[in-house]
């Protein structure tokens, strides 16, 4: 793992630690889990079958710093709106997926006739990404209340954003399987942008920006059940693994981006 991405971790845990020794705010800590649709150069853009197959999952250990309470003295914080209606949460996820050509230009009658869509066809990746990053989440009602009422919904937003390390792969099944000018497509095989190809099996890194909408569920006095939809974008093409070149080819000219449905359990840490 790089030196940076091991930086960050060691500051993820170091704010925890800081926030709780200079001003008392309380911690919960959880695990969530769930599908992940990857929306990358791979298949047709708007098609079911490619949201649907392009599926992968993902799992993340979330922090959060509640600033109703107080966990050194036992009691609520001074009332003010943001006290009452904000959580930040810190997360550190992992998410794979694999992928493959899906829509109307990889039909069984096109791969059979063309070549070009048999070697689309054949082509196939997945892509890894750790994520670790910081989001700010808004309740509209009272987290006190919600707080205070087992059986109770608190229903949220949230924007933020995160570091990511990502690590592609990309293969094709086509002729003798090798990544060569014989058995890819024509518009992969092309350079784009600072590489050779309009692919790259390199790992690397970008930033992204993400919101979600989500509620909890009041399951006991300290511990939450929790569901999430999140909307994340990488400031990157390169992140599946593919990038045909966007001038020449326009309709692959979009960042990767991902839907995650995540579900999760909360403990409230005294």
């Known amino acids: 793992m790089p030196k940076l991405f091991r930086t960050l971790i060691f500051t993820f845990f170091g704010l ?33 079958e490619t949201d649907a197959g392009n599926t992968g999952f993902g799992i993340g250990l979330v922090h959060y ?33 694999n992928l493959e050509h899906f829509g109307q230009w990889v039909t069984p009658e096109k791969v059979a006739k063309s070549i070009d ?20 989440e808004f309740y ?28 592609p792969t990309v293969e094709t099944s086509f002729g003798d399987q090798k990544l060569s000018k014989l058995n890819i497509h024509p518009k992969y095989w092309e350079p784009s942008e600072g590489e050779d190809h309009g692919f790259s099996p390199k790992s690397g890194t970008a ?13 006991t ?8 939809l999140r909307f994340q974008y990488y400031f990157s093409n390169w992140v599946d693994g593919l990038n045909p070149n966007p001038n020449k080819y326009p309709e692959n000219k979009h960042n990767d981006w991902l839907v995650w449905l995540n579900f999760g359990y909360i403990y409230y840490l005294d």
């Open 140 to 167: 509209p009602w009272s987290i006190r209340d919600f707080t205070a009422t087992t059986g109770s919904w608190g229903p949220y937003i949230s924007l933020g954003g995160h570091f990511s390390f990502y690590s």
């Open 16 to 48: 925890s630690q800081f926030a709780n020794a200079q001003f008392g705010f309380s911690h919960e800590l959880g695990l969530i889990t769930g599908p992940v649709a990857f929306q990358s150069d791979y298949g047709e853009r708007n098609n079911f």
């Open 65 to 97: 710093l509640n600033f109703s309470y107080r966990a050194d003295c036992n009691c609520y914080t001074p009332e003010t709106y943001f006290n009452d209606h904000f959580k930040l949460r810190s997360e550190l996820s992992f998410s794979k997926t």
């Open 221 to 228: 006095p300290l511990s939450d059940l929790l569901v999430d």
């Open 207 to 219: 930033w992204s920006i993400l919101g979600s909408v989500g509620t909890r569920y009041k399951l």
């Open 117 to 136: 869509a048999a070697q689309l066809k054949a082509m196939t990746g997945s892509t890894s990404v750790t994520d670790i990053g910081m989001q700010l």
